[in-house]
């Protein structure tokens, strides 16, 4: 009896110590060197990208792992375009600041350098000096120190100053503005990209007529609190509130791009500050200037033409890639790259033409819903009744 309770006592104290050395090995960590990693232990280690392992179990009891699933980003939603996010104080308003956005064009160079070397100080001599003038006239020529008016009606040197000075300042000004406004309107050449921008109450449509005809609808997104649950809102890397679009325009950088414009309903107008671009969207007209962005980023506009109810809601965001970028973005969009140095020879009809897209699509329609027309009869019909026949009204009575 006393030798099977001993035995019981050292059984039990044998296990007791197995436990808590098998208790230590499992938390010591691991140190094996990259060198002692046999190729049969890197093969069957977890692939990079898996979650870890969930409560979900396999059939031989080991732990199922998947891959993780494709991230939500509202940047991957163009389609083969980077994900680029706004860049703080470039392309888009910034808070405090009182000069004019940082220009990326050399058209929006040119003419930032026109309005702080050149208007500015213009006008503020102007306001100084008339300020100035304001304040001698008050105190020099006021009633208590002038009882007796002066009678002085000509002053010949006056007169030639102030007609000379006005002419030498619009000269200073027209010279550069002129030189200015011919670089804004300067044709494309060949090779350029060529978009075309719709208006439309109240969002803009984009088309790429020189690469197999990729077509883009850009809608305002919302705030978080003005959507329902599940559906996508703005978020700060869409760009800021009011600015940001579903849809983002992709433009290469240091290639020229051929703008045109045009509205499907009321008068709108495409802008964009930081490429120094303005130009108006008019129904049954095409409007078309040329620019280069040299800066990859994303930029923000709007429409600057009351439009209706909702013109303040109608933005305009631009994605501008490198030139391999945008070829990709064209691919995964099912379009297609011109032949390099091509001059743009597709046919953009005016809204409203006999061969629009609109005038074709109703024409469709109304086939559709109306059947073929047959003409009844080749030569109108006549008739044998004459003009005398008519009878006269009552102005005729006395005829």
Not at 39 to 65: C, I, N, V, Y
Not at 124 to 151: C, D, E, Q, Y
Not at 327 to 339: E, I, N, T
């Amino acid at each position: 009896m006393l030798k099977t309770g001993f035995k019981g006592w050292m059984l039990a104290a044998g296990l007791a110590v197995a436990g808590v050395a098998g208790t230590a090995m499992a938390q010591a960590p691991t140190t094996t060197s990259p060198a002692a990693t046999s190729p049969a232990t890197a093969a069957t280690a977890a692939p990079t990208g898996l979650r870890p392992a969930d409560s979900k179990q396999g059939t031989s009891g080991g732990a199922l792992q998947k891959p993780d699933a494709a991230p939500a980003s509202p940047l991957l939603a163009q389609d083969g375009a980077p994900p680029m996010a706004p860049t703080p104080h470039l392309g888009q308003p910034t808070d405090g600041r009182m000069s004019i956005q940082e220009q990326v064009t050399k058209n929006g160079l040119r003419a930032h350098w026109f309005h702080d070397k050149i208007l500015f100080p213009l006008i503020t001599i102007i306001s100084v000096f008339v300020l100035l003038l304001l304040v001698w006239v008050a105190i020099r020529f006021r009633a208590a120190r002038n009882p007796v008016p002066s009678k002085t009606s000509h002053n010949t040197a006056i007169e030639v100053v102030w007609t000379l000075a006005p002419v030498l300042i619009l000269v200073a000004i027209a010279v550069p503005s002129i030189g200015l406004l011919q670089a804004q309107f300067k044709p494309a050449p060949a090779g350029a990209v060529t978009l075309k921008a719709i208006g439309n109450q109240w969002f803009w449509s984009y088309q790429y007529p020189d690469h197999g005809g990729i077509e883009i609808t850009a809608n305002m997104l919302k705030e978080k609190g003005e959507v329902p649950a599940g559906e996508r809102f703005r978020t700060d890397a869409d760009g800021p509130r009011l600015m940001a679009t579903d849809s983002r325009v992709v433009l290469p950088v240091g290639v020229p791009i051929r703008l045109i414009t045009t509205a499907n309903d009321v008068i709108h107008s495409w802008a964009m500050p930081a490429f120094w671009i303005k130009l108006d969207a008019i129904p049954g007209r095409l409007n078309e200037t040329s620019f280069t962005i040299e800066k990859p980023g994303v930029y923000f506009g709007q429409c600057s033409e009351l439009c209706g109810a909702r013109h303040a809601y109608m933005p305009i965001a631009v994605e501008a890639v490198t030139p391999a970028q945008f070829a990709a973005w064209v691919r995964a969009k099912g379009g297609s790259m011109p032949a390099p140095g091509k001059p743009s020879d597709s046919v953009i009809p005016q809204p409203g033409a006999d061969n629009s897209a609109a005038v074709m699509t109703e024409a469709a329609d109304a086939g559709n819903m109306t059947g073929p027309t047959v003409n009844g009869t080749d030569t109108p019909p006549t008739s044998p009744q004459g003009a005398t026949g008519n009878p006269g009204g009552v102005g005729e009575a006395g005829r």
